[in-house]
């Protein structure tokens, strides 16, 4: 019986599942195996770990598997396709389909039909797929360009709201907490280490944001919500897009992915009514869909592909 390998290699963590045709036979989650993250020898060793544990907890060989998809932001750049198709090549048989996160994503909320994915994690990104199987998007330009809605979009200006709040003597729990999550003493630090700092720091301020939120500050929920709204209007635009290729109107749908729209509820909140807003009809899957069960759609896909066609 046919093996598939389906990997999430996301961002801060990577997601595995062995499956055979019918069943997923073993499941293991590492570190980030992201090389534009961690150097090779740090993303070698979480590949190496989580591979082994799928063959313990099987009791099979990736040797036997068919196909592998992998979904990972940087599908194109070289220093991530080149490691991934050399150390899988080493350790897994079979054919390898290498594709971007949001692609994945996009499969495991909508199977072989049309929607409109919204991502945000770290990052954030928002892609689509027509009816005729044609693609659109936007939004995805990494943090100096875009990345609404992602973690660390919300921690940056959850540091500018803080500092809008000091200039307009306004008050925010959003300082007390940023300089205890940095252990910092004053203002004056969290100037330095805030114009320093590496930008991973800025998406761990997102729990601290919505704590703050839940917990009444006016400030940190209007960012939330903010954010919220900037992703359902590339969500929107992207709907328009595929309504252009298709070449008239199509139903909408919308689902979720990532950590941000997983757990930050103010701002999926604040998604789902500006999407409600524009149409009222959308069909709006709440439950995030998990991007690893894609990967494994369109590892499954291939192989029965290879069947026919053999």
């Known amino acids: ?30 570190a980030t195996i ?19 544990q799928l063959e313990s907890q099987s009791g099979r060989s990736l040797a036997d598997v068919g196909v592998t998809c992998i979904g990972t932001a940087g599908d194109t750049v070289p220093l991530v396709t080149d490691w991934l198709r050399r150390e899988l090549g080493t350790r897994v048989g079979g054919q390898l389909l290498l594709l971007g996160d949001v692609e994945i994503a996009l499969d495991a909320a909508f199977p072989a039909s049309h929607g ?25 330009y990494g943090p100096m360009l875009a990345d609404q809605g992602s973690g660390h979009r919300i921690g ?31 203002i004056d630090e969290l100037v330095s280490h805030a114009n320093t700092c590496e930008l991973t720091e800025f998406a761990a301020l997102t729990p601290l944001v919505q704590f703050s939120a839940l917990a009444g500050d006016k400030v940190a929920l209007d960012l939330l919500v903010r954010e919220g709204r900037e992703l359902a209007y590339l969500a929107v635009l992207t709907h328009r897009k595929l309504e252009k290729i298709e070449g008239g109107s199509i139903a909408p749908r919308f689902a979720f992915a990532g950590s941000v729209l997983t757990h930050v509820t103010p701002l999926r909140d604040a998604v789902i009514a500006a999407l409600r807003m524009q149409f009222p009809e959308a069909e709006i899957q709440t439950e995030p869909a998990a991007p690893v069960q894609g990967a494994l759609f369109r590892a499954r896909q291939a192989g029965a592909r ?3 066609e053999s």
């Open 116 to 140: 409109v994915l919204i991502l945000a994690g770290t990052g954030s990104n928002v892609r689509g797929r027509a009816p005729n199987g044609s693609m659109a998007g936007a939004g995805g």
């Open 306 to 308: 290879s069947l026919r």
């Open 156 to 186: 940056q200006q959850a540091l500018r709201e803080i500092f809008r709040a000091i200039d307009e003597d306004r008050e925010t729990s959003l300082l007390t907490a940023v300089l205890a999550h940095w252990g910092l003493q004053d």
């Open 1 to 30: 019986m046919s093996l598939f390998l389906a990997i999430d290699a996301g961002g801060t963590k990577a997601d595995y599942l062995l499956a055979d045709e019918s069943s997923v036979l073993s499941t293991a989650r590492s």
């Open 34 to 52: 992201k090389r534009m993250r961690v150097p090779a020898d740090v993303a070698n060793a979480n590949l190496t770990a989580a591979l082994g």
